[in-house]
């Protein structure tokens, strides 16, 4: 099967605009939740998962946090321009770019970019009672964003600081509103961590701190990774072909804990389609590592997993992962993926599946009906039918193949 020639348009149904959630429900796990069992269709809600779930369950998180990513600037003659920093360009290191006191650079989409010719941006605000002039000053103009340079005239505070004080949620585009005080807390999960993300894994919004407490008590096991979600997340499939497509790149990091887990207890059940790219990548790193590729960078590009042997258990390919980590006495691993999973893809690592519900011709739908092969479509008439809520604050779905 050549996955390279599948025609977006087999992947497309009717989402109407009242069916796309605005705002989350008041109770995250009072959303409903569509359980897909081998072919057979029902929902409870998300609060039931506990009941859902087997003790054989690892349930693995991305415990990425959501950066408040969108910072408003003025030009000296008074008009705004918006800034969206996308990932960190110098230092290329999230933890390290957020304890700068002073500079750092970022891959930016500059909104009402066509107004900013000519000389630097500033924002003046205040931190904790001290007055901070923030500037931007634009580097580099690539194809899809722009590299700037943000300055700040208090050494004293982080640009952790400067985003959390002063900067806007990165809430999706299609919800068509202003970003409120509540998306603050509410576009997060319960167990986000690690600071970089400008979209949130929507699938965990539906836990709770009680919930989560309530997997424990029943003996479900929890493993944690970090995939820092990008605004590619939302790019739009526009070309008739998938094969024309460009997928985006994501950053991910796992620990030595989680290779361990995952060689231990077989049975994954994914917390969003995140998780799902960052553990099919890590099989197919196995299988480098065993082919012998030169890995002095981790990268898993767009359509290298179709053509790479799958040669092993996944078990074994997660082995050579945890032996090089020991042969190297490393502790982690940080990678990049631009994997796209296309229906044709074998699952490796991934037996179910936690996730809201996407939009039409797009490369998270792609994944689903990759996932559950042509049964996506009864799934999704079902949601229609049933009144379930769509996409970032909508309901939710488990999904067993």
């Given at each position: 099967?050549?996955?390279?020639?599948?025609?977006?348009?087999?992947?497309?149904?009717?989402?109407?605009?009242?069916?796309?959630?605005?705002?989350?429900?008041?109770?995250?796990?009072?959303?409903?939740?569509?359980?897909?069992?081998?072919?057979?269709?029902?929902?409870?809600?998300?609060?039931?998962?506990?009941?859902?779930l087997?003790?054989?369950?690892?349930?693995?998180?991305?415990?990425a946090?959501?950066?408040?990513?969108?910072?408003?600037?003025?030009?000296?003659?008074?008009?705004?321009?918006?800034i969206?920093?996308?990932?960190?360009?110098?230092?290329?290191?999230?933890?390290?770019?957020?304890?700068?006191?002073?500079?750092?650079?970022?891959?930016?989409?500059?909104?009402?970019?066509?107004?900013w010719?000519?000389?630097?941006?500033?924002?003046?605000?205040?931190?904790?009672?001290?007055?901070?002039?923030?500037?931007?000053?634009?580097?580099?103009?690539?194809?899809?964003?722009?590299?700037?340079?943000?300055?700040?005239?208090?050494p004293?505070?982080?640009?952790?600081?400067?985003?959390?004080?002063?900067?806007?949620?990165?809430?999706?585009?299609?919800?068509?509103?202003?970003s409120?005080?509540?998306?603050?807390?509410?576009?997060?999960?319960?167990?986000?961590?690690?600071?970089?993300?400008?979209a949130?894994?929507?699938?965990?919004?539906?836990?709770?701190?009680?919930?989560?407490?309530?997997?424990?008590?029943?003996?479900?096991?929890?493993?944690?990774?970090?995939?820092?979600?990008?605004?590619?997340?939302f790019?739009?499939?526009?070309?008739k072909?998938?094969?024309?497509?460009?997928?985006?790149?994501?950053?991910f990091?796992?620990?030595?804990?989680?290779?361990?887990?995952?060689?231990?207890?077989e049975?994954?059940?994914?917390?969003?389609?995140?998780?799902?790219?960052t553990?099919?990548?890590?099989?197919?790193?196995?299988?480098?590592?065993?082919?012998?590729?030169?890995?002095?960078?981790?990268?898993?590009?767009q359509?290298?997993?179709?053509?790479?042997?799958?040669?092993?258990?996944?078990?074994?390919?997660?082995s050579?992962?945890?032996?090089y980590?020991?042969?190297?006495?490393?502790?982690?691993?940080?990678?990049?993926?631009?994997?796209?999973?296309?229906?044709?893809?074998?699952?490796?690592?991934?037996?179910?599946?936690?996730?809201?519900?996407?939009?039409?011709?797009?490369?998270?739908?792609?994944?689903?009906?990759?996932?559950?092969?042509?049964?996506?479509?009864?799934?999704?008439?079902?949601?229609?039918?049933?009144?379930?809520r769509?996409?970032?604050?909508?309901?939710?779905?488990?999904?067993?193949?």
């Open positions: 099967m050549n996955v390279t020639n599948l025609n977006i348009e087999d992947y497309n149904y009717i989402l109407q605009n009242e069916r796309i959630a605005k705002y989350p429900l008041k109770n995250r796990d009072n959303s409903k939740l569509l359980i897909y069992d081998s072919g057979k269709i029902n929902q409870q809600y998300f609060y039931n998962l506990p009941e859902i087997t003790k054989n369950d690892l349930l693995v998180f991305n415990t946090k959501v950066i408040q990513a969108r910072l408003l600037f003025r030009k000296e003659t008074g008009a705004k321009i918006e969206f920093c996308l990932e960190p360009y110098e230092p290329a290191d999230y933890e390290q770019v957020f304890q700068e006191t002073e500079s750092c650079k970022w891959k930016c989409v500059v909104g009402n970019s066509k107004k010719k000519t000389g630097n941006l500033f924002s003046e605000f205040s931190i904790n009672n001290k007055n901070i002039r923030l500037t931007a000053k634009r580097i580099d103009i690539k194809e899809n964003y722009q590299i700037i340079e943000f300055i700040w005239d208090n004293i505070v982080s640009f952790a600081e400067i985003l959390e004080n002063t900067g806007k949620t990165p809430i999706p585009p299609y919800l068509k509103r202003a409120e005080e509540s998306d603050k807390n509410r576009y997060q999960t319960v167990y986000s961590k690690q600071k970089g993300s400008v949130a894994p929507t699938a965990g919004l539906h836990f709770t701190k009680e919930l989560i407490s309530k997997l424990d008590k029943k003996g479900i096991e929890r493993a944690e990774l970090i995939l820092h979600v990008g605004a590619g997340t790019k739009p499939v526009k070309s072909y998938i094969s024309e497509h460009e997928m985006h790149t994501e950053h990091r796992i620990n030595k804990s989680l290779i361990e887990q995952l060689i231990k207890n049975n994954i059940t994914a917390v969003g389609t995140t998780s799902v790219r553990l099919e990548s890590l099989y197919w790193l196995g299988i480098k590592l065993f082919e012998n590729f030169s890995l002095k960078k981790f990268h898993i590009s359509w290298e997993v179709y053509e790479l042997p799958d040669i092993l258990k996944p078990k074994d390919s997660l050579l992962l945890l032996k980590m020991n042969d190297n006495n490393i502790s982690y691993i940080e990678a990049t993926t631009q994997i796209m999973i296309v229906p044709g893809y074998k699952f490796k690592i991934v037996k179910k599946l936690i996730t809201n519900f996407h939009q039409p011709k797009s490369t998270l739908l792609l994944l689903i009906a990759a996932f559950i092969g042509e049964k996506w479509k009864n799934v999704y008439e079902y949601a229609l039918k049933n009144n379930f769509f996409l970032s604050y909508g309901d939710s779905s488990i999904l067993i193949p």
